[in-house]
């Protein structure tokens, strides 16, 4: 798409011909449409009343179910809220096991001065580092290394997608050159003996041993036959 300069200074870019008809709304969906109708109600023709409809047309409108053996038996699609409990689990008696499983976990209640909760809350979580490291002070190196470095004076932001663009630029002659290297290359090659791939004259030349002939050959079960 080419680029033009608009009337306020600005690159703008304009859309081809093409393009443009190709964006447009087209007219007309199909013939015999009819856009805002007035009313819900409109003439059905006669042909489309008398319709009669194919089998295959009726299988397809037959609502579909899922295969036999896709749930469980006894399985209720449209379950009530309130599920029925069978007798046996209400009166269930649970095992020591489950009853240490379903016991809440006492927490930790940390008291004021102990080591290991300086700067937490009662309710934080307990952590596993040392004394040693909590009360550690850092020299003065790490610190240097810990100060956010400042943006250099040369550093010169992200250019706006929208700039103006000066008046060296608009009246820039290319030279020659830069329109030969502009130029789209040749689809079409001068000589038909170009050869991505060098291969060497003795190469073309060698013959396989039968044991290279044996590794090379595919695998049966790999090949598929054309049909």
């Known amino acids: 798409m080419p680029y033009t300069k608009g009337p306020d200074g600005v690159t703008h870019f304009v859309g081809r011909r093409r393009l443009t008809v190709l964006s447009e709304p087209k ?18 023709s006669q042909s489309a009343k008398n319709f009669r409809v194919t089998k295959r047309l009726s299988s397809l409108a037959e609502p579909r179910y899922p295969p036999p053996n896709a749930w469980p038996p006894g399985y209720k699609f449209f379950r009530p809220p309130v599920s029925e409990v069978p007798p046996a689990a209400l009166h269930a008696k649970p095992s020591g096991r489950l009853e240490q499983l379903s016991a809440p976990v006492a927490r930790k209640v940390h008291q004021e001065g102990d080591a290991d909760v300086v700067n937490r809350t009662v309710t934080a979580p307990s952590s596993n580092v040392p004394p040693a490291a909590l009360h550690a002070s850092c020299t003065d190196y790490v610190q240097n290394l810990a100060v956010a470095k400042v943006v250099p004076k040369e550093y010169r932001p992200m250019n706006p997608v929208a700039r103006p663009v000066t008046s060296e630029a608009q009246h820039a002659m290319a030279t020659q050159r830069v329109q ?22 003795f190469a073309k030349r060698a013959v396989p041993s039968p044991r290279v002939i044996e590794l090379s050959t595919p695998l049966p079960r790999k090949v598929r036959t054309k049909t």
Request: glycine letters at 4%; aromatic letters at 12%.
């Open 180 to 201: 030969q290297l502009a130029r789209p290359k040749s689809g079409k090659m001068k000589t038909d003996d170009f050869e991505p791939f060098h291969v060497s004259p």
């Open 27 to 44: 007219s007309k969906a199909y013939e015999g449409f009819v856009e805002d109708r007035e009313e819900p109600v409109w003439p059905v």
